[in-house]
Every structure is written in C-alpha cells, then in structure tokens.
C-alpha cells in the first residue's frame, strides 16, 4: 500500500529534467513490482 501511495503523490521536481528523471524512477519501480508479483511458468 506504501508504494501504491508513493506512485499517487504529484511530480516533486521543478526542474524539466528532474520531473523526467522522477517519472523515470517511477516507472521503473513500477515495472519491477509487476515483475516480482508475475509468476514464473516452467
């Protein structure tokens, strides 16, 4: 639930390279929950 908060929370950066490097970092914590809850077929 923690992460599912954090994800929700708006773009802290003020910087356009920082709010892109945000964005980034989310996604790919994103994509790393969707691989750990994914299960492996044999």
């Given at each position: 639930m923690r992460c599912l908060k954090?994800?929700?929370e708006h773009i802290?950066?003020?910087?356009?390279?920082r709010q892109t490097a945000e964005i980034q970092?989310?996604?790919a914590?994103?994509?790393?929950?969707n691989a750990l809850g994914t299960?492996?077929?044999a």
């Amino acid at each position: 639930m923690r992460c599912l908060k954090f994800f929700r929370e708006h773009i802290a950066g003020r910087d356009t390279d920082r709010q892109t490097a945000e964005i980034q970092i989310r996604a790919a914590l994103i994509n790393r929950f969707n691989a750990l809850g994914t299960p492996e077929i044999a």
